[in-house]
């Protein structure tokens, strides 16, 4: 395995029916599944919904393909209505070779984290979105329940882009604690730039995927917040350089073991609502 299909592997979940694309669902469905077909299916995770549209999801899947589904979907399953009529929703569900793999929800404070976690399914992997700030508190929690993090990135807004530094806090708290996370939301591009926030029109500077995961390998193996901070800050895509077998930055360099470690144990994906941006800019940077 090469270090960058170590590193990328299924980390896109797709979220085509949330902002700022927000598709109906069938053609969120299709393209989907037309992703699934192209050279670049090996970068494709789940399917991300949320837990009151499971019945949508499943008419629509039935009339799109009845029983001619030729590969088992996975299903990333964000809670985000009423908890108890959210989990009815998931035991219900019911749809052939397609399977409820996670469970997302939001919680203020760790007392919050507890009382969701208490009540959502264990049986699935579980992640619990909340402010970075209150990391110290929240993530023992999750340990406690043996459950994940998950961070937002961005938004519709400038001020929903977290600062770097309040990024590298994130993950050397959940390095510290041992709890994996993913992230969500204003990861179109690869590399962290200025980009044209949609749909408000205004630029600003956004991180990019293969920053924040390369920030979390480090930060899974023991590096400290300077050396996240200069990863996470990075705006020139040929800092990051790519042999088979090997990626390099700075003054860092991981193998692909090591990268499919951190992703497989620590920094597991992220939901986009494209997958046609970060391929493009993964093939300007002859990555793929």
């Not at 937002?152 to 770097?164: I, K």
């Not at 994130?170 to 044209?196: D, I, P, Q, S, Y």
Request: charged share 25%.
């Amino acid at each position: 395995m090469s270090a960058v299909q170590a590193f990328l592997g299924r980390i896109l979940e797709y979220a085509g029916l949330f902002p700022p694309a927000e598709l109906e669902m069938e053609s969120t469905l299709r393209n989907y599944q037309s992703y699934a077909q192209t050279d670049e299916f090996w970068l494709l995770g789940g399917f991300v919904l949320p837990a009151n549209r499971l019945k949508e999801f499943a008419s629509a899947f039935e009339k799109v393909w009845g029983t001619e589904q030729e590969r088992p979907w996975t299903l990333k399953v964000v809670c985000a209505g009423e908890t108890a009529e959210d989990v009815r929703a998931i035991e219900e569900f019911q749809q052939g070779a397609v399977f409820i793999g996670s469970l997302e929800t939001k919680a203020a404070d760790a007392r919050a984290a507890q009382e969701a976690l208490e009540r959502l399914p264990a049986a699935r992997s579980r992640y619990v979105e909340f402010p970075p700030e209150r990391a110290s508190e929240v993530l023992p929690v999750l340990a406690e329940y043996g459950a994940r993090a998950k961070i937002r990135m961005g938004g519709l807004t400038a001020e929903s882009v977290p600062p770097v530094e309040k990024v590298a806090q994130f993950l050397l708290a959940c390095a510290r604690e041992r709890v994996a996370w993913k992230a969500t939301a204003g990861l179109h591009h690869a590399v962290r730039g200025v980009h044209e926030l949609e749909p408000a029109g205004s630029r600003v500077a956004m991180h990019g995927f293969v920053n924040l995961f390369l920030a979390g390998a480090l930060a899974f193996f023991g590096a400290d917040e300077k050396a996240l901070v200069k990863t996470l800050s990075e705006e020139d895509a040929a800092a990051f350089k790519v042999d088979d077998g090997v990626i390099r930055w700075h003054d860092n360099t991981m193998i692909a073991d090591q990268l499919e470690k951190a992703r497989s144990e620590f920094a597991i994906g992220f939901g986009s609502c494209s997958f046609e941006e970060p391929v493009q800019d993964l093939k300007q940077m002859q990555w793929i």
